[in-house]
T-cell receptor
Framework: ETGVTQTPRHLVMGMTNKKSLKCEQHLGHNAMYWYKQSAKKPLELMFVYSLEERVENNSVPSRFSPECPNSSHLFLHLHTLQPEDSALYLC?????????????FGPGTRLTVT | KNQVEQSPQSLIILEGKNCTLQCNYTVSPFSNLRWYKQDTGRGPVSLTIMTFSENTKSNGRYTATLDADTKQSSLHITASQLSDSASYICVVSAVFGNEKLTFGTGTRLTIIP
């Protein structure tokens, strides 16, 4: 266990559904991240939050909407997704976003869009 | 453009044998290089982190090397075990105030009995 949990672990949704992914870190970290991992591609950084403020949005389509209500929780709200959005969505946390900071990853949510 | 390339893409070896995975990068300004192990269906777990001044680091049967001049790193696994079957991802960090990570696509390692 890395101290970062994600729910659900698996999700199948239709293109017209709305769902949310949840991430919680028990490490007392100040920074949290959402990544997308598709087959045979490097991890793609989607969003970065530092002390509950979004500091980075890597040109992610608006059908993905993050929310960080406090430094321990991070959500990714999904609506009107496309089949190409099917992937493993990983949450990570680190002590800070500046400097040499180890990132701790959650187990991921395997998302399938039908 | 910052890039990290790993080779081979996949590797199959017998249990008990050694193997070496390669990572070449073009990332600047370089801050550190990390190797992660990712089991199927799980998130990546850190094995080693090396900064510019470190050229070798061990974590049990895993030994990472770094040549900052040639911008190459390797991960050597000794006496492989079935539990070593996983993807190994090389990640290079650049720091522009905030840290930016560039991920490789990983090497898929399969250990067979």
């Amino acid at each position: 266990e890395t101290g970062v949990t994600q729910t659900p672990r698996h999700l199948v949704m239709g293109m017209t559904n709305k769902k949310s992914l949840k991430c919680e870190q028990h490490l007392g970290h100040n920074a949290m991240y959402w990544y997308k991992q598709s087959a045979k591609k490097p991890l793609e950084l989607m969003f970065v939050y530092s002390l509950e403020e979004r500091v980075e949005n890597n040109s992610v389509p608006s059908r993905f909407s993050p929310e960080c209500p406090n430094s321990s929780h991070l959500f990714l709200h999904l609506h009107t997704l496309q089949p190409e959005d099917s992937a493993l969505y990983l949450c990570a946390s680190s002590q800070e976003i500046a400097g040499v900071g180890e990132q701790y990853f959650g187990p991921g949510t395997r998302l399938t869009v039908t | 453009k910052n890039q990290v390339e790993q080779s081979p893409q996949s590797l199959i070896i017998l249990e008990g044998k050694n193997c070496t995975l390669q990572c070449n990068y073009t990332v600047s300004p370089f801050s550190n290089l990390r190797w992660y192990k990712q089991d199927t269906g799980r998130g990546p777990v850190s094995l080693t982190i090396m900064t510019f001044s470190e050229n070798t680091k061990s974590n049990g049967r895993y030994t990472a090397t770094l040549d900052a001049d040639t911008k190459q790193s390797s991960l050597h696994i000794t006496a492989s075990q079935l539990s070593d079957s996983a993807s190994y991802i090389c990640v290079v960090s650049a720091v522009f105030g905030n840290e930016k990570l560039t991920f490789g696509t990983g090497t898929r390692l399969t250990i067979i009995p």
